[in-house]
Nanobody, 124 residues
Framework: QVQLVESGGGVVQAGGSLRLSCAAS????????MGWFRQAPGKEREFVAA????????RYVDSVKGRATISRDYAKNTMYLQMNNLNPEDTAVYYC?????????????????WGQGTQVTVSS
């Protein structure tokens, strides 16, 4: 059974940084892609970033480009999202997701597997 467990959320002041982690288990992810999504109160879920496990290629939503870095630790089956220069608009529940298809994550905003989410709150 695939499990995705997020950690690293919290409260941070505007301009600060956070690193989110997503620990994956239950299968081999070498052929998978993983990504981060977020959902703010009253808004639809939004794609944030994705990484293809096999070659490390990445994609980002425009609003986080230059402020976020997605990465993966192949040996630990863990994905990370480093976010810098956070602003109140980044406040949301951040979800980890995994799917065999790269485009399904960043293009369709869908995935076979989801984590439970971790809250990120940026205070002004």
């Amino acid at each position: 059974q695939v499990q995705l467990v997020e950690s690293g959320g919290g409260v941070v002041q505007a301009g600060g940084s956070l690193r989110l982690s997503c620990a994956a288990s239950g299968r081999t992810f070498s052929s998978y892609c993983m990504g981060w999504f977020r959902q703010a109160p009253g808004k639809e879920r939004e794609f944030v970033a994705a990484v293809r496990w096999s070659d490390g290629s990445t994609r980002y939503v425009d609003s986080v480009k230059g402020r976020a870095t997605i990465s993966r630790d192949y040996a630990k089956n863990t994905m990370y999202l480093q976010m810098n220069n956070l602003n109140p608009e980044d406040t949301a529940v951040y979800y980890c997701a995994a799917d065999p298809t790269y485009y399904k994550l960043y293009g369709l905003g869908s995935a076979d597997y989801w984590g439970q989410g971790t809250q990120v709150t940026v205070s002004s």
